[in-house]
């Protein structure tokens, strides 16, 4: 294809999408007045929100009362069954007993990440379409669906606050294996994260309100409500935690702390305001720069699941580190009657509850056909 022939077609599209007027100086035509209906198709992005707001849990559980014995030093002694040494009560348990030894080191704690939510928005692209219908020579109703095809990631804090309790195991583990009895200890701590696949369906009503025209120039406000769908794979993120054992060169432990970090989504509902302009002199078609304003809760709720695994093996043994409370490990519990303080399990623990209001910019580019 010729030069020329590709510049008569760009000037042939232009002139079809926009044709000017017919003399210099005459005013843009006004849009008839049985134009009533108005489609847009739009591109833009979505900002803000990264920050979650909402509820936190207030206190996390408190592990159960488990019988101890088997070798722990004197004094005040007591253990409870918990699901994981990376929060809550787990955590609490764990530097108890490093206390009871005189050991320095702490388990690092990640309840202050879940609390404050480990999910916030993505700034990312939408594409999405707007239906409006003349009322008055003012005032018109509309419908909007905007996609938003990637919707959560995990906050930097969250990344920051678990890579720091993921590392934090495997010296606090050390540290309490090495108060004695124990060899061939080997203690691992991994994190891995999973953005997922997140999408977001923004669905409102309202009404716009054209302001007065500056020659091709249209500009507008609008106002509206509606919800938001949450849907797809939110962020997950796993740490995976192990320590292994020989204690008196005889009896073998072998424990693993599995804790799931992940996302539950809902519908939320949404409130829209903003404006723009429509841009075009021929009153059948024309761009369309739109910025509103996305108000309302995220529905982005953090939960935990923490299933521990306890190997059954032999020759079967108890021991309980002392302490008040203080570290137990049993590996056979059906021999020994006693149980690993690393027992019971969290199923679902929401520790936050993104419902509380918070403002997203979304900015789009349209074209619009009015008929």
Known sequence: MTMSLKVFLACTALSLAFPTASHAGQAAPKAPSNSKWQVEIHGGGIVGGNQPAGEGIEQFPVGAAIVTGGGGRGGNSSSRAVSSWYFGDGTTVMNSALSFFGVSTRMSSMDEALRRGAVGSRTGGT????????????FAAEVDITYNPNAYQLTDE????????????????????????TSNRTVTSNLEIDDGNSRQTFVSGGLRFDLKRHGSVQPYVSVGGGAVRNSGTGPTAVLTGRYRFDFANIFPMDESDVVTIRTVTR??????????????????????????IHAGPSGADTVVDAKPNVLQLSPAFAI????????????NPSVTARQSSLSATTDVLRTFTANGWQSRVHLSVGYVFRF
């Open 127 to 138: 594409v999405g379409a707007r239906v409006s219908r003349r009322l008055t020579p003012r």
């Open 320 to 331: 309980f580190t002392g302490g008040d409370p203080g570290v137990q490990f049993s590996n």
């Open 158 to 181: 969250s990344r920051t606050a678990l890579s720091a309790t993921s590392a934090a195991f495997i010296p606090a583990w050390q540290a309490l294996l090495a108060t004695g009895g």
């Open 267 to 292: 519908t939320t509902p949404l409130v829209v305001f903003g404006g723009g302009a429509f841009v075009g002199p021929v009153p059948g078609r024309g761009l369309k720069i739109d910025v509103r």
